[in-house]
């Protein structure tokens, strides 16, 4: 995001927390050890109004890609299938739309 917005040299200076991911964002800002933190649009659901969520313009939203893999330990390979053949489906698309997520067909519109 600071890269499209052109201010990756002035954010960086001021970068002192890497956080190992999506609920360590989170944890980070709410428990003060941050002022200020990006983070995916899922966010505002895990904050549940703890932190202020701002959304950023469309100009500066960073898109990313979720994918799936079965592990080769599974012990479970046909739970596991069935999850993966789950998420291919309307009804998991729709879970996606309604937590903000993006999905490839709306990007080229």
Not at 24 to 37: H, K, P, S, T
Not at 90 to 95: D, F, K, Q, T, Y
């Amino acid at each position: 995001m600071s890269g499209r917005a052109g201010l990756v040299g002035e954010i960086g200076r001021n970068m002192t927390f890497h956080a190992t991911g999506c609920v360590a964002i989170v944890e980070a800002v709410a428990e003060g050890l941050v002022d200020v933190a990006f983070g995916w649009g899922a966010f505002s659901h895990l904050a549940q109004g703890r932190i202020e969520i701002v959304d950023l313009p469309d100009r500066h939203c960073v898109y990313r890609a979720t994918g799936i893999g079965m592990l080769s330990f599974t012990k479970q390979p046909d739970n596991s299938r069935r999850f993966m053949d789950f998420l291919t489906t309307p009804e998991a698309r729709s879970c996606y739309r309604r937590y903000g997520w993006v999905l490839p067909e709306e990007l080229q519109a």
